[in-house]
């Protein structure tokens, strides 16, 4: 089993930053890929950034593209969102997903892990 604790969400204006932090305990953490997913009121979970075992790889969803940075460093088994220029749009539960595979995967049920999500508000 692995558990998997977000921080890092809160209020922030329009054009501001936020960093999120995704910690991981009880397994390698190394050994699984990390998505982070967001959540707005009424909408569906969806795949915003994805990073690979080793760091060799990151997906970006397109409304965050040249916003958002994912970046893990395994020695702390954490996994990084740096979310820069956000938007009243970016305003949601945002989660961290691990899973074996390697590839990125925009299917919540192909995550073997979850957080418990952190909230973020844009305002404008």
């Known amino acids: 089993q692995a558990q998997l604790v977000e921080s890092g969400g809160g209020l922030v204006q329009a054009g501001g930053s936020l960093r999120l932090s995704c910690v991981a305990s009880?397994?390698?953490?190394?050994?699984?890929?990390v998505g982070w997913f967001r959540q707005a009121p009424g909408k569906e979970r969806i795949l915003v950034a994805h990073?690979?075992?080793?760091?060799?790889?990151?997906y970006y969803h397109d409304s965050v593209k040249g916003r958002f940075t994912i970046s893990r460093d395994n020695t702390k088994n954490t996994v990084y969102l740096q979310m820069n220029s956000l938007k009243p749009e970016d305003t949601a539960v945002y989660y961290c997903?691990?899973?074996?595979?390697?590839?990125?995967?925009?299917?919540?049920?192909?995550?073997?892990?979850w957080g418990q999500g952190t909230q973020v508000t844009v305002s404008s």
């Open positions: 009880g397994r390698t953490f190394s050994g699984f890929s």
């Open positions: 990073i690979t075992r080793t760091n060799t790889a990151t």
């Open positions: 997903a691990a899973r074996l595979g390697s590839a990125p995967s925009s299917i919540p049920n192909n995550y073997n892990y």
